[in-house]
């Protein structure tokens, strides 16, 4: 089924001169904008139930490590000495230096156990330090954290490693970035948001350009690659120009690559945002107007568009694996490592397997607890079924890839496509003639106008959405 005539009316504006197969169509946009998950997982985190047991965790380590193959280990390491209004993440914010120790120490506690479960012998490819703000660890606590991991884990050593830590130029020193790169992190992922200063004081986070510039260059003079910078538009007393003087001060910086989130204010959920009035946040049309520049720039200054909120040079790693077909998405976002198991460690970390994933209890005393009496301190999850794991799939390869392929559907999973995915397909027939997707018989493959709305059409592949529950969700633009 083709598009429509309205839907090809509306290709011609919008289509950005980079040729980066990318469309700006304000009306789907505005049409499809609803609430929908960002498929770092599948089943999303919201399937997750405390059925899940320590039992269950045992079980899926020990089918991971009888399958073998590399992992990926995720630190979760939740202090902050300032407390950002925007943020939803789990945090325990406090000037207390003399906390990071501890929960170091509780942390290679906690590893320990994971090595034996998961198998210590296995590498270590992929390593990730995020927070909370990781650089609130005094050097002398990073250090004893990964000597512990190297005493533990087969930590990768060459350069293809991938080693990332979430960085706060507020909260780098002159011996930060040198003592991350001595212990083998080769990315590195800096927080910005906004440079304007009104938008800064909004939110408590003054953080001036020169700080920024000086940690990023710093970091490139040491041999760190891909450095990604992380903004957000819809925070408070933004405007389309004042964005825009943020994000030419970021191009002229160049990061590797670039994730631009959307702010969802949320304060009945998140309590710092009690502190963001309604009323200084810029009009969703002006929002709109913040993301359609955002990208027409980004675009023109040479970045490809990976996907969801994710932009990367050419060159990048990330660019380079969609490119080929390598592409994958978990909890960390886009990354080129899909064969990890990933073996999470600290409060409300989470982990996965093939077929399971598993979280820590985000009540940092509860983890504390539950380290110091020796069990784990996993309290929910899911078991992943034979369905689960094909909706991932196909879910994983539009998100990545914006295709996907009849035929290498029904050579990994047996089935034949269009049985299995006889309803979904009705649904899609509506976004195919909006011009979303297009179905030629052998592939569906996401328009340029569908790329931005990717969450929406992974949506009708989601078994758990089938009732239309999309509430606890963020918006998709």
């Known amino acids: 089924m083709g598009m429509n005539s309205l839907a090809k009316s509306r290709l011609v504006q919008g289509h950005d001169e980079a040729g980066n197969g990318l469309v700006w169509d304000e009306a789907l946009i505005r049409r499809y904008d609803l609430s929908g998950p960002r498929y770092t997982s599948y089943p999303t985190a919201v399937e997750f139930t405390p059925d899940f047991t320590t039992a269950d965790l045992l079980a899926a380590a020990e089918r991971s490590r009888v399958q073998g193959g590399p992992l990926s280990l995720y630190t979760h390491l939740p202090f902050c000495a300032r407390l950002c209004y925007y943020c939803a993440c789990n945090k325990e914010v406090t000037r207390k230096r003399d906390k990071a120790m501890p929960y170091v120490e509780r942390l290679l506690k906690e590893a320990t156990a994971q090595a034996r479960l998961f198998g210590a012998e296995r590498q270590v ?8 703000t990781p650089t609130f660890l005094p050097t002398a606590a990073m250090r004893e954290l990964m000597a512990g991991y190297r005493d533990l884990f087969n930590l990768q050593s060459d350069d293809a490693r991938d080693f990332s830590v979430e960085i706060d130029p507020r909260e780098v020193d002159d011996q930060t970035l040198a003592t991350l790169w001595d212990l083998g992190f080769n990315r590195i992922s800096l927080g910005v948001q906004d440079l304007n200063l009104k938008v800064q004081k909004a939110v408590n986070r003054i953080q001036p350009l020169n700080m920024t510039r000086a940690v990023l260059d710093e970091a490139r003079y040491l041999g760190f690659r891909s450095i990604n910078l992380d903004l957000i538009y819809g925070l408070p007393f933004q405007t389309p120009e004042s964005f825009a003087e943020t994000l030419e001060q970021v191009i002229e910086m160049s990061p590797d690559r670039l994730s631009v989130f959307s702010y969802a204010h949320l304060p009945e959920r998140f309590f710092p945002q009690t502190r963001i009035r309604a009323e200084d946040l810029p009009s969703p049309a002006d929002k709109l107007t913040i993301l359609h520049n955002t990208i027409n720039r980004l675009l023109a200054a040479g970045y490809e568009y990976i996907g969801m909120d994710h932009f990367a040079k050419p060159d990048d ?65 899911v078991q992943l079924t034979d369905d689960d794991r094909i909706r991932r799939w196909v879910i994983g390869q539009l998100i990545c890839h914006f295709r996907l392929d009849r035929q290498q559907f029904e050579q990994t999973w047996g089935r034949a496509f269009d049985a299995y995915f006889a309803d979904e397909l009705r649904q899609l027939a509506g976004m195919e003639n909006d011009g979303l997707v297009a179905d030629d018989g052998h592939a569906l493959q996401v328009q340029p106008q569908g790329r931005l709305l990717i969450r929406a059409i992974c949506q009708l592949f989601d078994h758990y959405r089938k009732d239309g529950a999309g509430q606890r969700f963020s918006r998709i633009i």
């Not at 490819?125 to 909370?132: E, I, T, V």
């Not at 490119?323 to 976002?333: K, M, P, S, V």
């Not at 940092?364 to 929910?380: H, K, N, P, T, Y």
């Open 125 to 132: 490819r992929q390593l990730h330090w995020g927070g909370g």
């Open 317 to 381: 790693s990330l660019a380079v694996a969609q490119r080929h077909g390598e592409l994958h998405r978990n909890f960390q976002g886009y990354t080129t490592h899909s064969d990890c198991d990933l073996v999470s460690l600290g409060v409300s970390a989470i982990g996965q397997t093939d077929d399971a994933y598993f979280q820590n209890t985000s009540v940092l005393a509860d983890w504390e607890q539950a380290i110091d009496d020796g069990r784990l301190a996993v309290v929910r999850g």
